[in-house]
Each structure stands twice: as C-alpha cells, then as structure tokens.
C-alpha cells in the first residue's frame, strides 16, 4: 500500500474506532437495538463478507413449517470506509416489528483497503449467497427489498444495476478492472431473485460531482459533511478519477435501458434537506419518473446527512420513528402485493 494509502488507512482505522463508540451510545434509546438473531459469512478476494440476520418472532417456526419470510438486504453507511452492519439495528428492529421480514445486513469490504468495486462485488455476491441458501434460510427470493443508509443508499441502487449487467452478460471488465468478477457466480438462482422494491436514505449517486460544488449548492453549507470526511471517503473509495462516472458507482451515469431494466417498479428516496447530496438526489428521482418508474422522494426538512444516526443517547427519536414507519408501511404494502 502507497504511503498516501497507508495514510487514508491510518486515518480510516481512527474513524472507525470512534463511530463504534459513537454507535454505542446511538442504541441506547429506548427501544433499545436488537442484537442479530445470527451471521453467515462467505469468502470474497482475501477477506470475507458477513452477514448479520435479523429475524422476526415467527422466524423459527415458519422455517420448520416450510413457510418462507420476505427479506431486506441492508447496507450500512460511512463512506464506504467506516461503519459496520450492525449500525442499522434500530431501522432493522422497524422492519421485523412493522413488516415482519427478515433483515440481512451486509458487512461489505470497507475502503481503503478494499477500493471500488469490492462494495458492489460483494453486495451481488450476498444477492447470489441468499439466493443459493434460501431454502434452508426460510427466505423468499420472489420477495426481496434493498435499503442502504449514505454509502449504503448507492449500494442500494449500484447492486441491483450490477447484477442485471452479468445477467445479460455485459463485459465486467470495462468498469471492474480492479476485483475479481463475480460473472462466474451468475446462476440459476440469482435469476429467480425477484428485487421489488428499493428504500434508499440519503445516498450519494455522483461521484464526478465535486464537493466544492455541492457544499456551494447546499441551502447551509456549514451543515454538510466536513472535508476532512468527504475527502477520506472519496480518496479511499475511488483514487481513480476515471472511475468516478462508472455507472456502479455513479448512478447517475447509467443508461435509461439499465436503469429501466436494473432496478425495480417501486424506489423509495429519503433526503436531508441540509445535506449537500439533496440536488443530485432530486434530479435523479425525476429522471426515474420520466422512465415510468412508481418514486417517492421525500425531503426530510431542516435535518443534516445521517441525521438518523445521532449519537446523543438523549435524542428525541420520534421524528426518525415517523420515517420508518412510513418507509415500513410502504414495504409491507408492496410485500404483500406479491
């Protein structure tokens, strides 16, 4: 690793190490964050991928029963550097309780050890792990949702893309000359994934777009992410500036056929009125209506990016409460449509 790496790698293993001391004091609100009911791991390049299950009450009996649960696949945020699939317990708690699926959170490879595209790489390869195990995981491949949080919001919408370019056998290598191609792992099974629904909150979706420019755009600059965050993230995900209009990256830069094709009917926004990704956000939802597609964008006022992250064990959690209820009222909606 290049010093200017190792000095990114330095400063991501600080980070880390105080998120997971901020996230402690996050759950603590009453109710306070379910633990996973258990993980899954599976191998990708030199590292893993863990998966973190939450399971509804009626998990165990159902799965004895032959009766399969619905699923959300889940990213987590941080930049693509920090954070950990345990950070989005208490929205995974919303959705066992409201919605009564089962929430798989993902512990992709983190930058910069793992730059782009290993996030992608292995939120295809989770979709293919589920899919290969859903027999014996009690899950519904017919009936799965994706949801990401910053980071994990692109996630949300860059998986689905890449995984419908190895399904029409698109070349790999044009955009993910840096990981391993998971083409190979395309199966049977992976065509039977039906992803209905989308639920991204506050994503990031144009890298080629410069922060200078986007805290100039912002309504309250001094409310946006610091340089010293965003340039740790943007250095670490992606030192390669010709990588930052690949479509798997940048969502925005893809096509109307793999949008249209790529990503389900209905997708679901969730914006910060403060944070500097709202205008690019906002563009982005209606060019998927010009393409037909059922989105809701909604812009959370006078909040900033990851406002439902706070660290404050004292918080009033009722506004970020209201926002998942409806986000769950929306999936069980379309669950139970199938």
């Given at each position: ?43 990708s ?29 889940n ?24 919605v ?58 860059t998986?689905?893309?890449?995984l ?90 893809a ?44 812009m ?7 406002w ?31």
């Amino acid at each position: 690793m290049a010093s200017s790496r190792l000095w990114l790698y330095v400063q991501a293993i600080f980070w880390r190490f105080l998120m997971r001391l901020g996230m402690i004091f996050h759950h603590i609100p009453p109710p306070r964050s379910p633990s996973p009911t258990f993980s899954r791991s599976f191998p990708s390049g030199s590292s893993k991928v863990v998966l973190r299950f939450y399971c509804p009450a009626e998990y165990q009996r159902y799965r004895k029963e032959g009766r399969r649960l619905p699923v959300l696949v889940n990213f987590h945020g941080g930049g693509f550097t920090l954070g950990a699939p345990t950070d989005d317990a208490r929205w995974a708690q919303a959705v066992l309780t409201q919605v009564g699926a089962v929430v798989v959170s993902v512990g992709y490879r983190r930058a910069p050890e793992h730059p782009f595209p290993a996030a992608v790489e292995d939120g295809v390869q989770t979709l293919q792990y589920l899919a290969a195990h859903a027999g014996e995981l009690g899950l519904d491949i017919s009936r799965i949702a994706l949801s990401g949080f910053s980071a994990g919001g692109n996630l949300a919408v860059t998986v689905p893309l890449r995984l419908r370019d190895l399904l029409v056998q698109a070349s790999p290598e044009r955009w993910l000359s840096r990981a391993e191609s998971t083409s190979q792992l395309i199966t049977a099974s992976a065509i039977d994934l039906h992803i209905v629904a989308i639920f991204s909150w506050y994503p990031i979706l144009d890298f080629d777009e410069s922060r200078e420019h986007r805290r100039a755009m912002s309504i309250m600059p001094d409310k946006t992410l610091p340089p010293f965050f965003t340039n740790l993230f943007d250095q670490s995900y992606l030192p390669n500036a010709e990588e930052r209009r690949s479509p798997f990256a940048s969502p925005v830069y893809a096509t109307d056929e793999a949008l249209r094709q790529g990503l389900p009917h209905d997708i679901f926004f969730y914006f910060c009125e403060w944070d500097m990704l709202l205008n690019e956000g906002q563009l982005f939802v209606r060019r998927l209506l010009d393409l037909k597609k059922h989105v809701r964008g909604m812009m959370i006022e006078k909040v900033c990016h990851a406002w439902d992250k706070s660290p404050n064990p004292f918080r009033d959690t009722t506004d970020v409460d209201n926002h998942y209820r409806d986000a769950c009222a929306s999936m069980k909606a379309i669950f139970g449509e199938l």
